[in-house]
């Protein structure tokens, strides 16, 4: 059984930094895309990166490019290490898989399996 689980979500005062992880167990499937979106009050669930698991490959929204960056490690854990927070970047933050070779794009359709989120908070 898939599993995704995050942590490292709180509350951050904007300009600060912020590191989330993703832990995933029970991939029986060696070629995967692992995401990031995100959901903000009032809002759609929108994505906010994707790394290739086997390639390293990684892509983000124009809204954090330059300041968020995903990595993965042996341990089957993939973090997003967030830096110069704004305000607007407050939201529930997922992470999601995506089977399958290549790197998947940026559509939630595309995501089988979805961690329970977990909730940043920029103060300004």
């Known amino acids: ?39 903000a009050p009032g809002k759609e669930r929108e994505f906010v990166g994707a790394i290739s698991w086997t390639s390293g490959a990684s892509y983000y929204a124009d809204s954090v490019k330059g300041r968020f960056t995903i990595s993965k490690d042996n341990k089957k854990t993939v973090d997003l290490q967030m830096n110069s927070l704004k305000p607007e970047d407050t939201a529930v933050y997922y992470c999601a898989a995506s089977p399958g070779p290549g790197l998947a794009g940026r559509s939630l359709d595309e995501y089988d399996y979805w961690g329970q989120g977990t909730q940043v908070t920029v103060s300004s």
Do not use: D, I, P
């Open 1 to 39: 059984q898939v599993q995704l689980v995050e942590s490292g979500g709180g509350l951050v005062q904007a300009g600060n930094s912020l590191r989330l992880s993703c832990a995933t167990s029970g991939f029986a499937f060696t070629k995967y895309t692992m995401a990031w979106f995100r959901r």
